[in-house]
């Protein structure tokens, strides 16, 4: 086959110039936030068409992946039902639909705790299925659609949820009749993610400003305008974003209002949500507070320089200075996680990377807490794992909570608090005859270049692998936002394991999975041991012949491809294959300019350019500023034309200087999906893929030298195509809107 020339990017000079250090960016006409500009377009058009032109022989072998994964998939399906008032709550999937529907069923003998082995019963003498959304209907109707907040009204009439149609984050709210689906009222427009009924009459919301900040939070009353709402809360520093949650207890709203270092929180009394916000926490620079109710006390979960790692407080909410110590802080141990019930505390740890869930009785609502009991600990089977809360119902004694882990598919467990039994609700189905004893899973440690030892998780199937140093390996990181990247389970991963991969996800610093300090030791001026981890963590497995050199393939995303970026500036000669996908890469450009959505809070995680010890540290590792002359390995770069986190631009620039600068005859190919934004095009299932892949995953073996046998082939195309796929999850997902503007999930 022959090779079709790659598109140049016109060169245009553009002087920047700070602290006597002059730069002159020739891609950066690529960027127009106006989206519209006839000679960008073009110029990413013709990047597509190149990729789809380099990957024109490989379609035979994309349609068997496509159908292969999709052949694990049980389209039809649903999730556990969940007591809430006198219903069962459940979503559903449908054969052949890409989109859930939102259901209920009126629960026989109504309101109550329930039981860990209570099963929602169907047929005709059962309570008729009600569907109260079906997302399906209004997806038809747009190119992209997402579902962020569904919210029920407290008298379960009535439901507003939050639409997204463009990928762009900003959200229209709709309330509408459970029953009969119409609607009421008007939508309230630019909304962000953030949505709770106070009551059944009133709703409270927050609102984002021009550069995507989270800032006000509202109150709307249905039926009226929504230039009569009232604003509760103006956040006025742009280092700070607003978060609305509800407690569990349903009787307060709290109003978060964070930066990455500093955190406090506000209340509104639900049983007046006329009345106005109060303060549970104050601001105090360096200290981050997290908030729960039970009774008449808050829970406070506190953190500062010197309690890094965290301490749990109670106090009266009519005396909130009369604090009293229930768990201290432990350096070793990080506080993570508090859920609370009517007559249990719930917290969740984490030590040497993994999180336990222990449960502590309080003593009746009204009583003082001066301490908490001996707890209760859940125990888990693998040597690694994930465990996370689902919801809960704060009235019942039952505990819901998500296990899963790197050869454990999802699973569901009803946990009864009063006699420390777990019950299995519901394995995530994987067809195909997955047998999770065919799969071992470890965990190793490689030694940093300071010495630290940073842990790494590994799958690989028994029967396939060698472990001779000639298997081919995935790697993958994050390192970022101190967000935790969980040794879990994802059935698009077994193509490429049941093919002979190991699969390896490096727990770098710059995340939080060792802590608070392993998050502070990869950020700011620490920022390059993020790198220097990823690298030391790739050299560990290629020595121990966990895979080949020639065959070991890198993937990050978002500031995950800032990792994937540095690290092929830095050690191109390590790595086979790379994806950098919606990556960060023009990293002190970004963050120089304030008009970007979301620039001027993320100086508290890479820092602030304006300063000169920054601006020079930043330059020393941003992809875009240390692209060289030199043989780099085959890379993958996506890009979403509406991603408000990461511009498209940034990653269409650093193709543009790799094509430039690069000495290799390797595959560079970048594909800008055009009607999405940072998290892909939407839908649960595989239709999306199905063009995507036709489109989307060039083959990273050509005939340049390196052959087209079929193992090189799957070494290197299969792990872009697979990771590409992680990205859309099959499974509901919390998503944080605004904590990691370069959000992995």
Not at 430 to 451: N, P
Not at 574 to 599: C, R
Request: glycine share 6%.
């Amino acid at each position: 086959m022959t090779i079709p020339t790659p598109p140049i990017g016109e060169k245009v000079d553009h002087i920047m110039e700070m602290f006597g250090d002059v730069r002159n960016d020739q891609y950066y006409w690529l960027r127009d936030d106006s989206r519209s500009n006839p000679k960008v377009l073009s110029h990413l058009q013709q990047e597509n068409v190149y990729t789809n032109a380099v990957m024109a022989d490989t379609r035979q072998l994309q349609e068997e992946l496509y159908n292969e994964l999709r052949g694990r998939i049980q389209e039809a399906d649903m999730t556990v039902p969940l007591r809430k008032g006198t219903y069962f709550y459940y979503e559903k999937t449908l054969e052949g639909k890409q989109y859930k529907q939102h259901c209920r069923q009126l629960i026989v003998g109504g309101e109550g705790p329930g039981s860990v082995n209570e099963v929602m019963k169907t047929g005709p003498d059962e309570p008729v299925e009600e569907v109260v959304f079906d997302e399906n209907v209004e997806a038809e109707k747009h190119e992209y659609y997402h579902i962020g907040a569904f919210k029920v009204s407290p008298n379960h009439k009535m439901i507003a949820y939050a639409e997204d149609t463009k990928g762009d984050e900003i959200y229209t709210v709709y309330v509408i009749d459970a029953q009969n689906g119409e609607l009421i009222g008007s939508p309230l427009m630019g909304i962000a993610d953030s949505l709770e009924w106070a009551d059944s009459e009133t709703l409270v919301y927050i609102t984002m400003d021009d550069i995507h900040r989270p800032f006000k939070v509202w109150r709307h009353h249905l039926g009226s305008d929504q230039s009569d709402d009232t604003c509760l809360y103006h956040e006025k520093d742009e280092e700070f974003y607003l978060e609305l949650h509800q407690s569990e207890s349903k009787e307060y709203h709290f109003v978060v209002s964070g930066s990455k270092t500093t955190q406090f929180v506000l209340y509104l009394n639900l049983s007046d949500p006329r009345k106005e916000l109060k303060y549970v926490t104050q601001r105090v620079e360096g200290v981050d507070t997290v908030v729960s109710h039970r009774g008449n006390h808050f829970f406070i979960k506190r953190r500062s320089e010197e309690i890094f790692n965290s301490e749990l407080l109670v106090c009266p909410i009519d005396d909130l200075t009369a604090t009293t110590m229930l768990l201290p802080h432990r350096p070793s141990i990080k506080l993570q996680e508090l859920q609370a019930f009517k007559d249990y505390l719930v917290v969740y740890e984490r030590e040497n990377g993994l999180v336990k869930v222990t449960i502590y009785h309080l003593p009746p609502a009204g009583e003082p807490i001066k301490s908490l009991s001996s707890g209760q600990t859940i125990q888990f089977i693998d040597p690694i794992y994930s465990v996370s809360p689902v919801e809960s119902q704060f009235n019942s004694h039952i505990l819901r909570y998500e296990y899963g882990s790197l050869h454990t598919p999802p699973s569901i467990y009803d946990y009864d608090m009063n006699i420390g039994k777990s019950v299995l609700k519901k394995v995530e189905p994987v067809l195909g005859g997955f047998d999770k004893e065919k799969y071992e899973i470890l965990r190793k440690w490689a030694v940093a270049s300071d010495g630290t030892q940073v842990p790494i998780s590994i799958v690989y199937r028994k029967d396939m692998v060698k472990l001779d140093g000639t298997d081919p390996l995935l790697l993958y990181g994050y390192g970022s936002y101190e967000i935790c990247i969980e040794p879990d389970f994802r059935a698009t991963r077994l193509s490429l394991i049941d093919r002979g991969f190991v699969y390896a996800i490096a727990h770098i610093r710059g995340g939080g999975e060792m802590g608070r300090k392993w998050y502070e030791d990869g950020k700011l001026l620490k920022k390059k041991n993020t790198f220097t981890d990823f690298i030391a963590c790739a050299e560990y497995l290629l020595k121990n012949q966990f895979g080949s050199k020639e065959k070991i393939c890198i993937d990050g995303r978002s500031a995950g491809g800032l990792l994937i970026g540095a690290v092929l500036n830095m050690r191109p000669d390590l790595f086979k294959a790379a994806v950098a996908g919606v990556p960060f890469v023009d990293v002190v450009t970004t963050m120089l300019d304030s008009s970007i959505p979301l620039t001027t809070a993320e100086w508290e995680e890479w820092g602030d350019p304006r300063e000169e010890k920054f601006y020079f540290y930043m330059k020393s590792y941003s992809p875009v500023d240390n692209v060289q002359s030199q043989n780099y390995p085959n890379i993958l770069v996506t890009a979403g034309l509406n991603d408000p986190r990461v511009l498209y631009s940034e990653p269409a620039k650093y193709v543009a200087k790799l094509r430039e600068k690069k000495t290799d005859n390797n595959l560079l190919l970048f594909k800008c999906d055009f009607g999405a934004g940072h998290s892909s095009k939407s839908g649960r299932r595989l239709e999306w893929a199905h063009q995507t892949l036709l489109e989307d995953r060039g083959r990273f073996v050509s005939s340049r030298g390196l052959g087209c046998n079929r193992l090189l082939l799957l070494c290197n195309l299969l792990p872009l195509y697979i990771m590409r796929l992680k990205i859309a999850s099959f499974s509901t997902t919390k998503q944080n809107n605004h904590l990691d503007r370069r959000l992995l999930h």
